[in-house]
């Protein structure tokens, strides 16, 4: 099959919106990451989706909407805790996890009764959208396994033959995947994201759990709350260690591992403190510059042929707790404190 890819305007977006009629995955952008998007009451044009992506078939997906009028075609039990978040935070990078109704297609939620539901902030997203007239559902457009696409060329190089077009809207905004919290039980969230558990909490007007396997590894035959944490994610080839301390410690520890292979995963501005060659992600106290950068980042060292990288610690507040917990996981949880 032949990738079409095309820069978003009026006419690639009706393209985009005839395919998603006719069953087809297109790739579009969205303000988080690339989604690799089909008709959600479609199961045919589901199955399509989790072929495209080699995605394991019990790991749900998430179902993109641009009106709350298009919200009870995905959900069958709205809790007024949605419509407070709905009201703060969509459009834009937050998930929300609720009791599914039947008229999605089976595989949406691969085997559970609720279904995670978004409504894009990006242009792009809610143009295509509006126009297949269709709540879409979109994972990340990444080959399962491979960290999260931020550039249309991302999804060029995991799509390339698989999908018949990627619309190009350049760079992710964002850059990590959005938050996903579920209403079905206590509020919990199941993957941080841009949107914090406490801007949660202060619009419920109470806690917010946050799941343990967010920064923890799943003990051997524990459930995951969410499915998609049992897997290996935003996993590059080069074995990663994240590296607890200051700029000092890291240089002092990678200078006595510094061989052929070996690369630092560090902040602007530091390669030249650094005795092994360095790919960076954002700015060291700017956990949104980190966000928007990481998933290139983690694509760029495989392209450098880096067999082991130590990777410089992000900070846990805001956004940067969602920055950690891909690095984490990119990390298999190799952590070392200096
Ligand atoms: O920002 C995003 O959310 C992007 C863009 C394209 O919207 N999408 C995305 O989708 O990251 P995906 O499929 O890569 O990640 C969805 C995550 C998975 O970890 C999955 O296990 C979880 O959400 N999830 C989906 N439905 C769920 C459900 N019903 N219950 C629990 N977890 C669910
Ligand atoms: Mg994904």
Redesign the pocket.
Known sequence: MDTGLLAVNPGSVAKAAALLRRGQVVAIP?E????LAANALDEKAVERIFTAKGRPQD????V?IDSMEMLPMAARKIPKEALLLAKAFWPG?L?M?LP?TARLAPSV?AG?D???I?M?AHPAARAVIAAAGLPLA????NLSGSP?PTTAQHVLADMKGRIPLILDGGNSPVGV??T?I?LVGTPTV??P?FVTANEIAEVLGGPVAVAAAVTAPLAAGQAP?????KYKHYAPKAEITILQGNLAQFSHYVAAKATGGVWALCFEGEETEIPVPCVTYGKKNNPATQATALFSALRTLDEKGAKTVFARAPGTSGVGFAVYNRLLRAAAFRVLEL
Not at 32 to 35: L, N, W
Not at 138 to 141: G, H, T, Y
Not at 225 to 229: K, L, W
């Open positions: 969205t988080t990451v690339y989604g790991n749900p997906l998430i993109h990078p998930t996890v599914r939620s559970l609720t279904v995670g978004r894009p979109a994972p990340s457009a999260s995947e959005s996903v579920t199941l993957r994201g709350a969410s499915p998609g944490m």
